[in-house]
């Protein structure tokens, strides 16, 4: 039979042994994942934006998703948009994706079914990604900004669930000069 001390010196050293690996576990995953969230300010204006010939007039309410692979702030919207998609997919909206021109990735699983665009006339006089526009049943640029403010986006905080119960019950809207402080990545080519 072991000593009483043996046993609590060897409970001890499990412990710090424990100890040491759940901190090399968090410190990892504070690396790798959890990156500082600094505000920024953009400006959205959609003036110059409009929807490709083959889309324009007349038609189903269409939102488009503004995104560039290599910004961070992608994954703080990409449930959410997952979401508006399961909800109003089945009401008529469709759904399309603009990556940012010369940028590489892909949306995940979720989101792969949107129709991706090549171009959009006025796309690259956006300031910012991730953006969402939204054209009304008419083919007129009802909104264009970001899907929230702050450092993620959910259905308590989102611009768009109001903009498309809005445009669904025929409400005409014009909110496309928005001025929000958020997770943002440049989106004009760096030059």
């Given at each position: 039979?072991?000593?009483p001390?043996?046993?609590?010196?060897?409970?001890?050293l499990?412990?710090?042994?424990?100890?040491g690996?759940?901190?090399?576990?968090?410190d990892?995953?504070?690396?790798?994942?959890?990156?500082?969230f600094?505000?920024?300010?953009?400006?959205?204006?959609?003036?110059a934006?409009?929807?490709?010939?083959?889309?324009?007039?007349?038609?189903p309410?269409?939102?488009?998703h503004?995104w560039d692979?290599?910004?961070?702030?992608?994954?703080?919207?990409?449930?959410?948009?997952?979401?508006l998609?399961?909800?109003?997919?089945?009401?008529?909206?469709?759904?399309y994706?603009?990556?940012?021109?010369?940028?590489?990735?892909?949306?995940?699983?979720?989101?792969?079914?949107?129709k991706?665009?090549?171009?959009?006339?006025?796309?690259?006089?956006?300031?910012?990604?991730?953006?969402?526009?939204?054209?009304d049943?008419?083919?007129?640029?009802?909104?264009?900004?970001?899907?929230?403010?702050?450092?993620?986006?959910?259905?308590?905080?989102?611009?768009?669930?109001?903009?498309l119960?809005?445009?669904?019950?025929?409400?005409?809207?014009?909110?496309?000069?928005t001025?929000?402080?958020?997770?943002?990545?440049?989106?004009?080519?760096?030059?």
């Amino acid at each position: 039979m072991r000593p009483p001390y043996r046993n609590a010196l060897f409970a001890s050293l499990i412990l710090v042994i424990c100890a040491g690996v759940l901190w090399a576990a968090y410190d990892w995953f504070q690396g790798r994942y959890l990156r500082a969230f600094s505000e920024h300010t953009a400006v959205f204006s959609g003036d110059a934006l409009q929807l490709p010939a083959a889309l324009s007039g007349p038609g189903p309410i269409r939102l488009v998703h503004f995104w560039d692979p290599a910004c961070p702030c992608n994954v703080g919207n990409q449930q959410h948009l997952g979401e508006l998609i399961e909800q109003y997919a089945p009401q008529g909206v469709e759904f399309y994706a603009l990556q940012k021109p010369g940028s590489h990735g892909q949306l995940p699983d979720n989101l792969r079914h949107m129709k991706n665009l090549d171009a959009l006339p006025g796309a690259d006089q956006i300031p910012a990604s991730p953006a969402v526009g939204i054209w009304d049943r008419t083919g007129k640029l009802a909104y264009f900004g970001p899907y929230s403010e702050g450092l993620t986006c959910n259905a308590s905080n989102s611009f768009i669930e109001p903009i498309l119960k809005a445009l669904g019950t025929g409400r005409e809207l014009n909110a496309t000069h928005t001025l929000a402080v958020g997770c943002y990545c440049s989106w004009p080519k760096d030059l």
